[in-house]
């Protein structure tokens, strides 16, 4: 029987959509009777079970909803470069990029031509030749696809 108002008392705080208490008090009164609650009594007999920072309910300033966290921002003392010097960079990257793909180029040429002479090799040869020849189109794409996302 007396599970059923200790029962009530805790979800008293729960049913109000206002209830903002974060600290949980257990009470005696004088006659022992334990009451949890929220809410301090006039009782002396009261310890505190929990407690908890109180989230704001204050509404956020519209800014502050939209904007997003930046996920990767930039630490403060990370050395910065200046623009001239970034163009440079991305230049010599467009070169080497540029290079490789006709170096992957002429590989692939060199493979097809191997793949059309060794025609009468056994079927597991000529699997590797097939291989050779798909790893240098999969490089050429990506090569393509880099220097697509260059600036």
Request: charged share 25%; glycine share 2%; proline share 7%.
């Amino acid at each position: 029987m007396k599970t059923l108002p200790l029962f009530f008392c805790l979800l008293l705080p729960l049913s109000s959509p206002t209830a903002s208490a974060s600290t949980l008090y257990k009470c005696a009164d004088g006659s022992g009777v334990v009451l949890y609650t929220n809410q301090k009594t006039n009782s002396k007999d009261c310890i505190v079970l929990s407690h908890q920072p109180v989230a704001s309910s204050e509404p956020q300033p519209a800014g502050a909803r939209n904007a997003k966290p930046r996920a990767n921002a930039t630490p403060a003392d990370f050395p910065r470069v200046s623009s001239t010097e970034q163009k440079v960079r991305d230049t010599d990257r467009r070169a080497i990029l540029e290079k490789e793909l006709a170096n992957e180029q002429q590989s692939l040429d060199k493979a097809k031509r191997a793949l059309f002479e060794a025609a009468n090799l056994p079927a597991d040869k000529m699997q590797a030749l097939r291989d050779t020849q798909a790893l240098h189109e999969r490089n050429i794409e990506a090569l393509k696809k880099e220097l697509a996302n260059l600036r």
